[in-house]
């Protein structure tokens, strides 16, 4: 609708003025989501190449969909690296200053990724050729504040997979079957949460970065500092743990993965990662938090 129409119909005619409004949105939705773009090649090969250009976590969350394209075939996972990124400020300050992956974080990612029984190649996309790229996320239609980081995937590529089954499997590191293991980013806080009541408890770690850490260690001064030389020690530690505690960070995507005994604090501004499956839970408000903390304590 052009000014004069719109105007006019919605002195003459408000339900018709809704109506178009409605159509011109949903034509709108359909024009950016341009799901032709999607070209699905034959299940025949023995092996499918995915291109991800997104955050560490992003890409765990959409191994379940390279899983369920590849079926019984293997993977081979291409990152790429030095991306900008153009999240808002509720993020926070993020550790890899201002793209969504860099090469430090793929060799980080490289151990676990290819620990994974059908992955048999991770490595810094350099225009290989790719048969599914993960990228068109970045241009959906959706409203990614908002939703399940996993069905995403799900939704641009016509798959489906059991979310509440792990989708990472290591070996748990049993050196920490007595910590509650934290993670907590700088962003993406629920308001009035405070962590301090956690004092109550014993062994506390904290792993993420350094930042992170002096933030924590001031309502948490007993909380010790773990750190890994890649991100499958970081997995093996959160599948060792006795309680996993984290926002919506890269390590919570592990611990979701994995299905370890996981609590989320949620930013209700951008609920868009879900808890599914045993042994999760997730929280916004601080009394739902301290209950769901001591009932965990008493298992």
């Not at 997104?54 to 191994?63: E, Q, R, V």
């Not at 879900?274 to 903390?293: H, L, P, T």
Request: hydrophobic share 40%.
């Amino acid at each position: 609708m052009n000014f004069f129409t719109r105007t006019f119909l919605k002195a003459t005619d408000r339900d018709l003025y809704h109506k178009i409004k409605l159509q011109e949105r949903d034509q709108l939705f359909l024009n950016k989501a341009n799901t032709g773009r999607i070209v699905f090649p034959a299940h025949t090969k023995p092996s499918y190449s995915f291109k991800h250009s997104g955050n560490a976590g992003d890409i765990i969350y959409s191994l379940p969909a390279a899983f369920a394209l590849a079926d019984n075939a293997s993977i081979e996972l291409f990152l790429n690296v030095d991306q900008p990124m153009n999240y808002s400020v509720e993020r926070g300050k993020h550790p890899l200053n201002g793209v969504m992956l860099s090469s430090n974080m793929v060799a980080m990612l490289q151990p676990l990724l290819l620990s994974q029984s059908n992955i048999k190649k991770c490595a810094i996309y350099q225009n290989q050729s790719i048969d599914y790229d993960f990228d068109v996320i970045r241009q959906s239609a959706f409203d990614t504040h908002s939703g399940s980081i996993a069905r995403w995937y799900f939704l641009h590529f016509g798959v489906n997979a059991d979310l509440g089954k792990p989708w990472l499997h290591v070996t748990p590191d049993n050196s920490f079957n007595d910590y509650i293991v934290i993670a907590r980013s700088l962003g993406y806080h629920s308001p009035g949460i405070d962590y301090s009541f956690l004092n109550k408890y014993r062994n506390l770690l904290f792993v993420g970065v350094p930042e992170e850490f002096e933030e924590m260690k001031q309502v948490l001064p007993s909380i010790k500092y773990q750190t890994v030389s890649n991100f499958l020690e970081l997995a093996e530690l959160i599948a060792g743990c006795r309680l996993f505690i984290g926002n919506q960070s890269f390590p919570f995507s592990l611990a979701e993965a994995l299905k370890v005994k996981r609590i989320l604090e949620i930013y209700y501004i951008c609920p868009n990662v879900i808890v599914e499956g045993s042994n999760g839970y997730d929280f916004c408000f601080q009394a739902q938090f301290e209950k769901i903390v001591s009932r965990l304590q008493q298992q």
